[in-house]
């Protein structure tokens, strides 16, 4: 739960030593770039290679349902050539595909008028041949006309009529006519076909130049490290023959930056940040619990002079989603889909980091199905599993107690992270109020008798006591003048007004009792429907209570896991972060090499 510390960093090196300098700087993959000047053009205008051409080609490569063996020898690379024959041979595709749903959406509206060949105007005697779909009820318009017509089809819902006139008859028949392209459907079939011979030679070559797709991956790495490159050099102080870079670097990676500046000759200067320095935030985490730090970054970065909410944030989104779903079924069947996807999420960082959380919910709420007695809204299965039970989820009053304590031992937990970073200083009096305040409230309310009376005096006065230290101490003033105190008396009041918002922070944690509720009262329907249609339906009705059971646990497990992430996420990201954070920071950037990274954020 830390936030790595950093140093500022000051280089100042040769101009001609300036693209050396910066390449190994890359390589170290370590430092944040501080920009000295604003850069004229933007990342990538001086790289010969266009990024994203490549990027499409690449991933239209990675998306080909077969792949050959891949070529390593970088020397028979000639990327422009390649990508530019799999940008036409992606394009020829497209426009094939194009033409084939044309001539597909053609061959639909020709396929009720049969099969017949277009003939000219010439052939009518200067007449056409007009085509209609009319509904019908419509159809006695046209019998009344003088018009040559012929019906040639008819569906449950329309008509398809053939019209020969000089001229439309717009006013004769009640709709517009269907556009042909004049071709026959044998004509259509012919075309289709050699469209899809065309499309399976496309495929194979496809199929062929996947053999570049680790070289070009290799290729487009060097040309985003070389964008990167430039990028930087534009952010540098240039002055005659020298130049100035600055950046923030870990100070574990100090001893890194030192053997540099000595095997480059340039001069380096280190110092740690000073109160007007507002350095980025770096989060340092194991890997079993960095999931966490991916939610925190996804929200919001902590300052650096902050602290890391990460790990809190990993096992208290945890026990909310396993709460809300509270069904060891549905564990279960989430636990078995992150098998299923548990190799792909492994292929990056940020997967693994994902792959564990997931893991960790897809236990979470198996345990806390079990502890709830459900399984898939049934009770449990064996005798030994009984045993196991601890709370009922349709129990109003219990589930309302423990979703309360939660939430004011989620919302204590916030102000103990606070008192302990204010320790020693008048600031803490606030934190250990509203701790006071929070567990006051709740045991007075736990210990309540039925006349309304709490037992003990003692939680009042804890209550009591916790007012008093928000009321001195939530101001920064002094103490030596009157005023001083009048105005610290003012501001304490001013704070004793955000009581209103710790009642509505804890009961917002009745979310999760309500969405629990929900989730077993829906799972409990599903299985009284299925039961009941099994029994009113003889032989098929077996049938029917499998696909009720199927199709409706499948709805509310999505439902459950949906409300599971926004609303276990919310209690974490809202209610926990107005408590104990109010510090925004900005993530740690590094300046680093794609093609190979030695140093790696953790």
């Not at 000219?120 to 007009?130: A, D, I, P, T, Y």
């Not at 249609?533 to 499998?546: M, N, R, T, Y």
Request: hydrophobic share 45%; net charge negative; with cysteine.
């Amino acid at each position: 739960m830390s936030i790595v510390s950093l140093s500022k960093v000051t280089l100042v090196g040769l101009a001609d030593e300036k693209t050396e300098l910066l390449e190994q700087l890359q390589k170290l993959g370590c430092l944040h770039i501080i920009p000295l000047a604003t850069p004229r053009d933007e990342l990538g205008s001086e790289v010969s290679d266009k990024p994203d051409e490549f990027n499409h080609a690449l991933k239209y490569l990675l998306n080909c349902p077969r792949k050959h063996r891949q070529i390593k020898n970088r020397k028979s690379l000639d990327a422009k050539s390649i990508v530019q024959e799999i940008n036409w041979v992606r394009g020829k595709e497209r426009a094939l595909l194009n033409q084939k749903d044309h001539l597909l959406a053609e061959q639909e509206k020709l396929r009720p008028f049969g099969q017949f060949e277009m003939p000219s105007e010439q052939e009518l005697g200067g007449h056409r041949l007009w085509f209609y779909k009319l509904p019908h009820y419509r159809l006695k318009e046209v019998v009344g006309s003088e018009l040559i017509w012929q019906v040639v089809a008819r569906d449950h819902t329309d008509t398809y009529l053939v019209v020969i006139a000089e001229r439309e008859p717009v006013k004769e028949v009640p709709a517009a006519s269907i556009q042909l392209i004049g071709t026959s459907m044998v004509q259509l079939e012919e075309e289709l076909e050699e469209i899809d011979l065309e499309l399976d030679s496309l495929a194979l070559e496809r199929e062929s130049l996947t053999r570049w797709i680790l070289l070009l991956q290799w290729h487009l790495k060097e040309i985003f490290d070389q964008a990167s490159r430039n990028h930087v050099a534009k952010q540098t102080l240039d002055a005659d023959d020298i130049f100035a870079l600055q950046g923030w670097v870990p100070t574990d990676q100090h001893d890194s930056l030192y053997a540099m500046s000595r095997e480059k000759s340039c001069a380096l200067l280190i110092e740690e940040p000073d109160e007007a320095d507002k350095p980025p935030t770096l989060l340092k985490n194991p890997e079993a619990l960095a999931g966490g730090q991916e939610v925190v970054n996804f929200y919001q970065v902590p300052g650096y002079r902050s602290w890391d909410p990460s790990r809190v944030v990993f096992f208290s989104f945890a026990l909310f989603f396993g709460i809300i779903l509270s069904d060891a079924g549905y564990g279960l069947l989430f636990g078995i889909m992150i098998l299923f996807f548990w190799k792909k999420m492994g292929e990056t960082t940020k997967g693994k980091r994902l792959q564990m959380m997931a893991a960790t919910l897809a236990g979470m709420t198996l345990l806390c199905g079990v502890f709830a007695g459900s399984y898939f809204g049934e009770s449990p299965p064996f005798t030994w599993l009984e045993a196991l039970q601890l709370y009922n989820v349709n129990d109003f009053d219990a589930m309302i107690r423990l979703c309360i304590v939660i939430g004011v031992g989620h919302v204590v937990l916030a102000n103990v992270v606070v008192l302990w970073r204010h320790r020693g200083l008048p600031s803490m009096g606030p934190p250990a109020g509203w701790i006071a305040i929070l567990c006051g409230g709740l045991g007075y309310w736990l210990t309540i008798d039925e006349d309304g009376f709490g037992s003990p005096l003692f939680f009042p006065a804890l209550m009591t006591a916790g007012c008093i230290l928000i009321l001195l101490f939530s101001s920064d003033r002094g103490w030596s003048k009157p005023s001083d105190w009048l105005w610290r008396l003012l501001e304490g009041l001013l704070a004793l007004s955000s009581l209103s918002k710790a009642f509505g922070d804890v009961l917002s944690y009745l979310r999760l009792f309500a969405l629990g509720l929900a989730g077993a009262s829906l799972a409990i329907t599903f299985n009284q429907l299925a039961s009941q249609v099994a029994e009113s339906v003889p032989g098929i009705g077996v049938l029917l209570q499998v696909l009720i059971l199927i199709l409706g646990h499948l709805l509310n497990f999505v439902l459950a896991v949906v409300s599971g992430v926004i609303h276990g996420l919310r209690l974490n990201l809202i209610e926990f972060y107005n408590w104990s954070l109010s510090d925004e920071g900005y993530a740690f950037q590094p300046f680093v090499k794609q093609e190979e990274t030695p140093w790696k954020t953790p």
